[in-house]
């Protein structure tokens, strides 16, 4: 059965310009959205983190009873420069990861989420830990990071050209060779955007030395290769300033990852994020929402055919493409979310009557 969540980073303003607390969005999840999924950053949202007091874990648990809430994620980061005069190696690392560990059991998480970038030996020494305390540890999907690689080729630019593609596969040996149900994948909605949001876009040109150079990339993105896209760009607009993130985040012309591809990856997903940008209403459709820019209903399509049995966290990222415009032009996070849990609630309910009895969930095991 797929549930509904909220990350709470999704209310990131509400939480800086200190109009919502962590409870009061626990309220808001439980009482506006009538749900009861939880998903945290712990640097985000824990006072002293990565050390929190009795006092903070009290208030926290205490409050996720009071509301009959579900902890589902806790995203961990990894600061391998966190000690200032050398790089983690792997071992330390791995204590930074279980310390983490033993914080989402202290607050109720079932899982912690680590960053694709996070090497897998990592992951395999913090895995007793997890077993331990009955935590499983979900390494993100996130893009550019396909699914199944394929004959998918590296980039010379962007993060394209530095993400490991081969990352699900690593996952699915390490739970192979180890037998342990405490690693998993944890997929972000991203990888199924086919192109920039507007709010994106608009951000661009804002800061752009030249605006018609993101015209220029977002009428072009489907002619050129981006690598071509990049090298054009520079070359017309010698000068432009704009950095490689930027043009990646604006000249997307297809996801990186197909609805299809999470058929055989459902029995190692731990939970997933419901990433999105812009939720817009539907024309000639009153109160119905979605985001043009990125794919749901296939993804959904899928996950309930094969049985995933979690929940979609929605994780609003678009308000950061407004902080530039002031108090005044900054985006409604709380309307935002409303819009969002609309349009998975729909969904769910519509493609779950289409489908009718559900599937059962393949085999373990990622053909490759």
């Given at each position: ?87 983690m190696n792997h071992r330390e690392a791995a204590e930074r990861l279980k310390n983490d560990i033993r914080i989402a059991a202290a ?262």
């Amino acid at each position: 059965m797929i549930k509904r969540g909220v990350s709470l980073y999704s209310y990131q303003q509400e939480q800086f310009f200190h109009r919502m607390d962590f409870k009061d969005m626990i309220g808001e999840v439980r009482h506006a959205l009538g749900t009861d999924g939880i998903e945290i950053i712990a640097d985000n949202l824990i006072p002293k983190y990565p050390f929190p007091t009795p006092q903070f874990l009290f208030a926290w648990n205490n409050e996720m009873a009071r509301y009959h809430m579900k902890a589902v994620t806790m995203d961990v980061f990894l600061d391998v420069l966190q000690f200032r005069d050398h790089v983690m190696n792997h071992r330390e690392a791995a204590e930074r990861l279980k310390n983490d560990i033993r914080i989402a059991a202290a607050m109720g998480f079932e899982n912690v989420r680590t960053l694709s970038s996070v090497p897998i030996e990592v992951i395999r020494l913090a895995l007793p830990t997890a077993e331990k305390y009955n935590v499983r540890i979900g390494k993100e999907i996130h893009f550019p990071i396909p699914i199944r690689p394929g004959n998918r080729k590296k980039n010379k630019y962007g993060m394209a050209a530095v993400r490991d593609f081969s990352m699900v596969e690593q996952i699915l040996d390490l739970r192979q060779e180890t037998g342990s149900p405490y690693v998993g994948l944890i997929p972000d909605f991203g990888i199924f955007q086919h192109k920039a949001s507007k709010v994106t876009v608009a951000y661009e040109r804002r800061q752009a030395k030249y605006p018609e150079e993101v015209d220029f990339l977002v009428e072009n993105r489907k002619n050129y290769s981006f690598d071509e896209l990049v090298e054009l760009a520079r070359e017309k607009y010698p000068d432009g300033e704009m950095t490689v993130m930027s043009m990646e985040r604006i000249a997307i012309h297809e996801p990186v990852a197909r609805p299809e591809d999470l058929r055989e990856i459902v029995p190692y997903i731990i939970s997933i994020h419901g990433k999105f940008y812009d939720m817009t209403e539907i024309p000639q459709q009153p109160g119905r929402y979605e985001d043009v820019c990125m794919d749901y209903e296939g993804p959904i399509r899928q996950l309930l055919q094969w049985g995933y049995d979690g929940y979609i966290n929605s994780e609003y990222e678009g308000q950061r493409d407004q902080q530039d415009l002031g108090l005044e032009g900054l985006a409604d996070e709380v309307e935002q979310v409303r819009r969002h849990h609309e349009m998975l609630k729909r969904l769910l309910t519509e493609i779950g009557k289409e489908e009718g009895s559900v599937s059962q969930a393949p085999a373990e095991g990622l053909g490759r």
